[in-house]
């Protein structure tokens, strides 16, 4: 921890991708809940950010759009705390899915992600003390979801981004976190037949982890337990995803 910079939620302006439902949604209400002086709620239809509270900001955001990050970023220039969470899943397993339907989660779990960090990174660079980015990531990053493949491949390509960027930030003092639940009860996983945590407690749990300023946040008991046997052997952990 010594020499890196560690984001305090309290009075941080924050910006969450992806905020009209589930986890967004959830993140929100957190940052709020934790103290945060303003926080931008992106999604690509701002009609659906539901909020009253008057330091919430809905803001029109489709990070496959360069010219809408480019607008954003005008718009949103005191962001010093960027929570990409924005993803989808598209394609299944590998054999089966389309070249489209996997291009379409690259195209926003890996390029959107990026693109989104590189829109908003003269933004973080001006952020007084230090500015930190949170991308949300999936358990899958670290093991590949044989009936989620195309989806775990695009999340396993985020956090080798997320990794690559981290050395070229902290010259800049923005940190790079990266956060892997587990299965959360939204609509993405409606349908998978396994335990779910509720996104209020992944969200809270997520900047829990901002706080202590983990570089890596493992936000719920699946993920502590799978991130613990990731630690221990990642092919133990690349078997015991293949049998789920």
Do not use: H
């Amino acid at each position: 921890m010594k020499g890196r910079y560690v984001m305090k939620i309290q009075g941080s302006v924050a910006l969450v991708t992806g905020s009209n439902r589930g986890l967004g949604k959830a993140l929100v209400s957190a940052l709020l809940e934790a103290g945060a002086a303003k926080v931008y709620a992106a999604a690509r239809d701002v009609s659906k950010v539901t909020s009253s509270d008057p330091r919430v900001v809905p803001l029109a955001l489709d990070t496959s759009k360069p010219e809408q990050i480019a607008a954003a970023a005008r718009a949103a220039g005191d962001v010093t705390l960027l929570i990409n969470n924005a993803g989808v899943s598209t394609s299944a397993n590998v054999l089966t899915a389309s070249q489209g339907a996997m291009e379409t989660d690259f195209r926003t779990n890996v390029f959107g992600t990026l693109a989104v960090v590189k829109g908003f990174l003269p933004v973080l660079e001006r952020a007084p003390g230090g500015a930190t980015i949170v991308n949300v990531l999936s358990l899958a990053s670290l093991g590949s979801f044989p009936a989620l493949g195309g989806y775990s491949a695009s999340k396993a390509a985020s956090y080798s981004i997320t990794q690559a960027l981290r050395p070229e930030l902290r010259g800049k003092r923005i940190e790079i976190l990266a956060a892997f639940p587990g299965p959360i009860d939204t609509d993405m996983v409606k349908d998978l037949p396994i335990p779910k945590t509720s996104p209020a407690d992944v969200a809270s749990a997520v900047l829990a982890g901002v706080a202590r300023g983990e570089e890596d946040i493992f936000p719920d008991p699946m993920a502590q337990q799978m991130g613990a046997l990731w630690s221990k052997s990642p092919k133990e952990y690349e078997r015991a995803f293949a049998s789920m």
